[in-house]
């Protein structure tokens, strides 16, 4: 059996999420499956070959965006300054510019909260520990700052961004408070 057919099938479904993704920022929770293999150049059918429905799909797109985190955070943040604030605005800035997928996400899940599951969850848990570590350890960070509160704080951030409040307000503040503690631990 040749692989050109496998390589053809991940490109189409590279290409499937891609679209999916930009059509999900752009309007959200209203795109539909046909909408999408048009954008994407495919038919319908593969679309729901490689995705037997559209939570599969929203699940896809929502799983390359965790992966694109992950791979900023491991390119920068890590060096001179705060890498958890990087993260942060980096997060921020993502979605902000991403309320469409992260509303899709939402929609598909049946619940505010798009955080990520499974290998992706994996994934940014250890690179956002090491992050923390980094900014502990470079007397950055309070000591007793975890993954579980950068997930906290995620959350409250995009929760903040749905509502259309000043995001970069919430994360000046926020990052202050992660900063404050340390004049009394010295």
């Known amino acids: 059996m040749s692989t050109k057919p496998r390589a053809d099938a991940e490109r189409n479904r590279a ?31 593969t679309v729901y070959r490689h995705f037997p429905d559209r939570q599969a799909l929203v699940e ?6 965790f992966a694109e ?17 990087r993260y942060f605005r980096y997060v921020g800035e993502l979605l902000s510019s991403d309320r469409g997928l992260t509303a899709a996400i939402d929609s598909a899940r049946g619940r505010p909260g798009s ?4 290998a992706a969850r994996e994934g940014l848990e250890t ?25 906290l704080l995620v959350g409250a951030l995009s929760g903040v961004i749905r509502t259309g409040s000043d995001w970069v307000r919430f994360l000046d503040l926020t990052l202050s408070a992660l900063r404050d503690q340390l004049s009394t631990e010295h």
């Not at 900014?135 to 007793?144: E, K, N, T």
């Open 15 to 45: 290409r499937v999420v891609e679209a999916a993704r930009t059509l999900f920022a752009e309007r959200g929770d209203e795109v539909q499956m046909p909408e999408i293999a048009r954008a994407a150049g495919v038919g319908v059918g």
């Open 60 to 65: 896809a797109a929502a799983e390359r965006r």
């Open 69 to 85: 985190i992950e791979e900023y955070a491991r390119a920068n943040c890590f060096g001179e300054g705060s890498g958890l604030e």
């Open 115 to 118: 955080e990520p599951r499974g």
């Open 127 to 151: 690179v956002v520990a090491e992050v923390i570590t980094h900014d502990q350890a470079a007397g950055l960070l309070r000591s007793d700052c975890t993954v579980a509160d950068v997930y």
